[in-house]
């Protein structure tokens, strides 16, 4: 099924943040605690899915000279629209934790090149489900991240304290984390573990499929060995 | 004295790259070698200067709240009373800056590149390629919309009436753009280095340059103090 083929994709073949490497300073700046990335995770796949719709539908109208400044004009729209809910639905401690990074979404990498790649050559239904899949990918990435950033930093998980009274910001805490690294550069050094660690994985998994390759074919010592026998004797 | 403080808070203290982490795609992509580093911060300066000085005025008479906007006087004069008051009281919203700032870059971009195409053909095949990808950049987003957040805030840099915030506005855009130039730089020197030492298999490539970068925040917020030692000795 072409639907769920495409979904699948976006997830960990085509994951936008750790494959892609698309979408960087929205995974940085709004990942200081699970709900913000969630939430940011959740205004980008709207932004995406909507606007590879959208393009997807129109995609046979729009001359090939202009078509960079009419993508980044469909999605420009859909972040206005996405604002627009966030101010209005969303809690208020969140949208203001977000800032200007949801505006940022139009120049967040992963609408564009979706719409590029993606939904400028592909059918309405295709288009959504690679933008779901991206999506829930980003999504994916982006609470790994806040996760670990909120765990490590603040010692609770989706503001709900788990360790903090244990290890904290917090001046009351047994072992107070210094906010440099809980907010600032931690942030680097986190993206920079998780792209190590799935670099490591991924060395790995070729290593180990390149053992198994050695293991299955014949020896090339075998094959003229055992030829060059019976003809000395 | 109020330029001094924009310049250390832009470029050491509020680090567009490095404290807010914007920008951050050319800082990995580009930040290879020298000398396309030290092209793309100077593409960069020169697009944000160019393009906080036309946003600032174009929130300010066309989507800010009150009198001085310019659909304030075109329904008065159009003779539509009700529709003023809610100019004068909401301005023409404020979700609109998202696509109008877009627009202007677009077209910005695009008419810098033909006028220096035009006009300094040396200094066109420096900038290269990355001016038209300037376009999709974070930075030249962010730094208008942070200028209009200082104006809504009433900081301390800017002031509401509007010749001296269109100064204040140019000049922040300039600071952020020499912010990001001085952040490449340093990058490029860094990973010149790393590319002749010994660096463990997995960390090859994009993660080390994330380290790196983390410690180079670090650094950075050691200039964190100045801010309030500038306040304090200076006035």
């Known amino acids: ?233 | 004295m109020e330029f001094l403080s924009l310049i250390i808070g832009l470029v050491f203290v509020n680090n567009y790259v490095l404290a807010r982490f914007i920008g951050l795609c050319p800082f990995i992509g580009v930040s290879k070698k020298t000398h396309p580093a030290v092209s793309m911060g100077m593409a960069v300066t020169f697009v944000l200067t160019m393009d906080s000085f036309v946003t600032f005025p174009l929130y300010t008479y066309f989507i800010q709240p009150g009198p001085q906007n310019v659909f304030y006087s075109l329904t008065g004069t159009l003779g539509m009373p009700a529709a003023q008051e809610f100019i004068r009281a909401n301005g023409l919203g404020e979700v609109l800056t998202i696509g109008t700032f877009i627009l202007i870059i677009a077209a910005l971009v695009q008419l810098v590149e033909m006028v220096i195409r035009k006009t300094s053909k040396p200094l066109y095949d420096t900038l290269g390629i990355y001016l038209p990808l300037i376009t999709t950049n974070c930075i030249v987003l962010a730094v208008p919309l942070n200028n209009i957040a200082q104006v809504k805030a009433g900081g301390d840099w800017f002031t509401k009436s509007f010749p001296e915030g269109l100064l204040w506005a140019t000049v922040s855009g300039f600071v952020a753009g020499m912010g990001f130039l001085l952040v490449m730089l340093l990058m490029s020197g860094v990973r010149e280095r790393l590319a002749v030492v010994k660096v463990p298999k997995p960390f090859q490539g994009v993660p080390i340059v994330f380290i790196s970068a983390s410690l180079m925040a670090l650094a950075f917020f050691g200039f964190a103090g100045m801010m309030g030692g500038l306040k304090a000795n200076f006035g």
Do not use: H
């Open chain 1, 1 to 233: 099924m072409e639907f769920l083929r495409q979904f699948r994709n976006g997830l960990f073949k085509e994951n936008a943040l750790f494959v892609l490497v698309l979408g960087l300073c929205a995974s940085l700046a709004t990942t200081t605690s699970v709900k913000n990335g969630f939430f940011m995770a959740l205004a980008t796949t709207f932004v995406i899915v909507c606007s590879n719709a959208m393009i997807s539908l129109i995609r046979y109208y729009i001359p090939n000279g202009v078509r960079i400044p009419c993508f980044i004009i469909v999605i420009a729209s859909f972040v206005m629209i996405v604002e627009l809910l966030m101010n209005a639905y969303a809690p208020q401690k969140i949208v203001q934790a977000l800032g200007i990074f949801i505006p940022l979404i139009v120049v967040n990498c992963v609408p564009l090149a979706r719409a590029e790649v993606y939904a400028a050559k592909n059918n309405l239904i295709n288009s959504i489900a690679d933008g779901l899949g991206i999506g829930a990918g980003y999504t994916m990435a982006l609470v790994l991240i806040s996760a670990i950033r909120e765990f490590l930093g603040n010692g609770s998980f989706w503001e709900i304290p788990i360790t903090t009274a244990i290890s904290s910001t917090d001046i009351n805490a047994l072992i107070k984390t210094p906010a440099v690294i809980a907010i600032g550069p931690g942030a680097f050094m986190t993206l920079g573990s998780l792209f190590a660690f799935f670099k490591w994985r991924k060395m790995r998994k070729e290593r180990k499929i390149a053992e198994a390759l050695l293991a299955a074919t014949v020896p090339w010592e075998v094959g003229p060995e055992k030829k060059a026998a019976p003809a000395t004797t």
